[in-house]
């Protein structure tokens, strides 16, 4: 039997057809929305790469399941910026050159986000705690640190 | 020659719907033409194997390296722009397409540059030279005459583009390896921090990896792996996972078993849904017992990589003497999203869109699986997330290939998380005996070293997982070449350094990052620190006492003057819980190339036995630098994801399997741990460039563990340094 949910993101109504409601939100965004920024990474919750914001928090896409975030605000990394219309925070990722396989920048990016959302001046510490369990294996990290702070001298 | 080129003209004009074949050109392949690169060359030795020139002058390389997420891409790029005199914006590059592009060899070693570079550099000057030779043809003036700029080559105020010169002939002609390549003093490209090429459409959603691509009529793939390494599948009861929505197929092929379904939840429900029976497999050692077992494994070879002097004789004499044993866990590649591939069978042609760093190698292996011609295999590049090594790709390429085949539709394999930490190809275990003796004069009198490391093949390969478990034709593959590294630079009178290949280790091996190199400096940099300390020499004098090698010299003194080293003797005068210290290491990778000296700071909690690196200096000599600021974010990676391997990372496994299949039980380092890292970068504009992707991760266990000896007086001789570890030391006082 096949279900049918409105999903609101990056500003535009969608609706998919899912054969179970339990389907995490990440399969619905890149199969049936064709989005490439939110990233498979383990399906546990437990390395980030998958984080998109719902009604403007953090959330791990590959946990949530369709059913569950149906009508509410999503916003992936496409819908902060584009290549000709960069968010700040992207700017200062492509500043700082701060990536390297890339796969898990989507997930550094929205969890920045969120950070620079409710903390416009946060110290390196703060940084690396809100960043302390997005999980990146090339070892970009100090290059994210100062992506970070660029963005939040660039969004004050 | 006039024929073949018309030929191709002809071909690339009219090209969507020929069949063409080169019957007189052994290099070219025949295929259906429905890429408009369908008949170009892929020999090393042609220009037109490296490079088109457009009819509107932009330029299209073709790289058998492809970009694992370290910047090649770029490098590369900038190589053959600065050589050809073009701007950067006009080149566009292709990889690892084994239709396209020529067979580099696998992306491996540091080799992309310093061997894939230099061919694309060879064939571009190649190429500009007899662009020149035409353009002074046309102007009736001499070459020396004819200068080149901007995709254009000039004489006296006129000009005419690449793309004229080559409209009527062509750019048929062999690399020269003597066409003069461009003074570094007037390269404007190269050894600037040209902004990575990929990086926009990364931090935008934009970029295509591996796990984006689509084709129409795809089916979703999930493979159900053994419950034991070698376990047999006994039977399947699919009768739970038919009921999911949208079930294609369930796939058995001897032991290696996959469902297939419309959508990829359906694929992974239904690979939780299937009742698969298998066998009792227990064929691993006890984990708690493998360095027993690596030490009591058949050795199938023994090789003397250094014999100098009389080493036994004197060791047996010396009164000043040591000895230690060094071991190294095995490692996950991690790779942040798992590995993941497409395939479709069209016409008994079989198409495989792959993260592999080795396509050329794949297609071999994946024909002989298959048993097609390997003409009837072609393996295209897509990047994957990050690897750091052979990992996973090419196996989920292989899974793909076979699947698609039983359910004659386009299939994309995805692993699961447990999938890649429990499947992936290991990084072995490395076991490594010291002995040395000091003069008395304060200089070591003799040095031996002993490794127990996997086989040294001829043809060094990674079985295809697919293949094995398949029951398919395979060759029993062994990654080999991981004796690196524990050959020493040192000047030592009377040496002997043995790698001693056993017949077999308990994992499927591989190479992870600076493979070999890594385990075997970490024996032999801590040996010499052993050394330094049991001469009551500072460490960093202790290296230079050894060393000759003036590039060798001038990077162990660059980095003491980065890190305001000051001479360190005595053992840790701090109070209180938490000590520091700092420790030095160095390499010439495998004794041919890339210098690297670094200097690790660490802080070493007494009371937990937890220890945190907190600085990484690091002066680094590859001769010529291509890009300085993809220099050093390599340089960081290198150290940061050493920094992680070295601290928290072993796989943990029972008698039948891997049992750390998650991040929670495979911990990699996070933020709050991670060091600064301050690096000197040494340009040698012209020398040649040389690997930067492994050289400075290999001397980050050996620094740390010299650290950590500096602070604390005791000698952490196990990788990983976990806190039990430390603690267990503080307390035997080794």
């Not at chain 2, 990086?199 to 591996?210: C, D």
Request: with cysteine.
């Amino acid at each position: 039997m096949s279900h049918s949910y409105t999903l609101k993101v990056n500003g535009q109504s969608h609706t998919v057809q899912v054969d179970d409601p339990k389907m995490p939100l990440l399969y619905a965004l890149r199969n049936d929305l064709h989005l490439r920024g939110p990233h498979f990474g383990c399906g546990l919750g437990q390395c980030g790469a998958c984080t998109v914001h719902v009604d403007g928090h953090p959330v791990r896409s590959c946990s949530v399941s369709v059913a569950k975030v149906a009508g509410q605000s999503i916003t992936t990394l496409e819908g902060l910026g584009s290549p000709e219309h960069l968010h700040p925070i992207q700017q200062a990722f492509i500043d700082e050159q701060a990536a390297q396989c890339g796969y898990c920048i989507n997930g550094m990016i929205m969890q920045t986000k969120a950070l620079l959302d409710k903390n416009k001046h946060p110290s390196e510490q703060d940084i690396r705690q809100a960043l302390a369990l997005n999980l990146c294996r090339c070892g970009t990290h100090v290059r994210i640190i100062r992506a970070v702070q660029r963005a939040a001298a660039a969004l004050v | 020659m006039t024929h073949e080129v018309l030929n191709r003209r002809v071909f690339l004009k009219t090209a969507g719907s020929l069949m063409v074949t080169f019957a007189l050109l052994p290099d070219r392949v025949s295929v259906a033409a429905d890429t408009p690169a369908a008949s170009k060359s892929v020999a090393t030795d042609a220009v037109e194997g490296f490079i088109q020139i457009h009819p509107d002058n932009s330029v299209t390389i073709y790289s058998g390296k492809v970009d694992l997420g370290t910047g090649v891409r770029t490098a590369i790029t900038q190589i053959a722009a600065e050589e050809l005199d073009i701007p950067l914006a006009q080149v566009t590059i292709v990889q690892g397409d084994t239709l396209t592009t020529p067979d580099q060899g696998l992306t491996w070693g540091s080799l992309s540059i310093q061997v894939g570079g230099m061919q694309i550099r060879q064939a571009c000057a190649t190429a500009r030279a007899a662009l020149i030779s035409r353009a002074a043809s046309k102007f009736s003036a001499p070459a020396q005459a004819i200068k080149t700029h901007e995709g254009r080559c000039w004489h006296e105020g006129a000009s005419t583009s690449y793309a004229e010169l080559i409209e009527a002939e062509g750019l048929v002609l062999k690399v020269d390896p003597k066409a003069p390549t461009k003074a570094p003093a007037d390269y404007q490209v190269v050894g600037k921090s040209v902004a990575r090429l990929d990086i926009p459409a990364k931090v935008t959603g934009q970029f295509e990896y591996m796990h984006d691509f689509r084709l129409p009529g795809m089916v979703h793939a999930r493979v159900v792996r053994p419950t034991g390494v070698h376990a047999e599948l006994l039977s399947v009861d699919d009768q739970a996972a038919r009921k999911v929505p949208g079930f294609v197929a369930t796939v058995r092929e001897g032991n290696f078993l996959a469902v297939v379904a419309r959508t990829e939840w359906g694929a992974i429900q239904a690979s939780a849904a299937i009742k698969p029976v298998w066998s009792a497999w227990q064929g691993l050692p006890e984990q708690n017992r493998l360095w027993d077992y690596v030490r009591n494994t058949a050795i199938s070879k023994s090789e003397d990589l250094q014999n100098a002097g009389d080493p036994a004789t004197v060791l047996q004499q010396s009164a000043k003497k040591l000895r230690a044993t060094y071991d190294f866990a095995i490692h996950t590649h991690g790779s942040l999203g798992p590995s993941c591939a497409v395939a479709e069978w069209k016409d008994g042609m079989v198409t495989c869109w792959t993260a592999s760093q080795q396509v050329h190698l794949l297609r071999k292996q994946m024909a002989q699986m298959m048993k097609v011609p390997e003409s009837q295999v072609r393996c295209i590049y897509i990047a994957g997330s990050g690897c750091y090594g052979r990992n996973g790709h090419e196996d989920a390429a292989a899974d793909a290939v076979l699947i698609a085949k039983v359910v004659n539709q386009p299939v994309r394999v995805q692993w699961m998380r447990a999938d890649e930490h429990g499947w992936d190809p290991k990084g072995p275990p490395f076991l490594l005996d010291f002995r040395g003796a000091l003069d008395d004069q304060g200089h070591i009198a003799a040095w031996e070293s002993q490794a127990y490391i996997p086989k040294r093949p001829a043809q060094a390969s990674v079985t295809l997982l697919a293949a094995d478990l398949a029951l398919m034709p395979h060759e029993v593959a062994h990654p080999g070449n991981v004796h690196q590294g524990l050959a020493i630079p040192y000047q030592v009178p009377n040496l002997k350094t043995t790698a001693h290949y056993l017949s077999h280790t308990p994992f499927r091996a591989s190479w992870i990052r600076a493979p070999g190199r890594m385990q075997n400096t970490f024996g032999s940099e801590s040996f010499m620190d052993e050394l330094a300390h049991a001469a009551s020499a500072d460490p960093m004098e202790f290296r230079l006492r050894h060393l000759i090698d003036p590039r060798g010299r001038e990077c162990l003194e660059r980095v003491a003057q980065l890190a305001h080293w000051q001479p360190r003797t005595g053992k840790a005068a701090d109070s209180g819980d938490v000590v520091r210290g700092r420790g030095v290491s160095y390499i010439k990778y495998e004794l041919v190339r890339t210098y690297v000296a670094v200097v690790a700071d660490v802080e070493v909690n007494r009371r937990t036995g937890k220890i945190r690196v907190t600085h990484f200096y690091i002066a680094h000599d590859c001769g010529q630098i291509i890009n300085p600021d993809g220099l050093k974010n390599q340089l960081e990676g290198n150290i940061i994801q050493t920094v992680s391997r070295t601290l928290l990372e072993e796989i943990k496994f029972n008698r039948s399997q891997v049992t750390t299949l998650d991040w929670v039980s495979y911990p990699i380092l996070t933020f709050p741990e991670v060091p600064q890292v301050t690096m000197d970068l040494i340009d040698r504009p012209t020398e040649k460039p040389w690997g930067a992707g492994e050289p400075a991760a290999s001397v980050v266990p050996s620094a740390i563990a010299n650290g950590v000896y500096d602070a604390l007086g005791v000698r952490l001789r196990s990788v990983p340094f976990t806190p039990h570890k430390v603690l267990e030391a503080m307390r035997t006082r080794t």
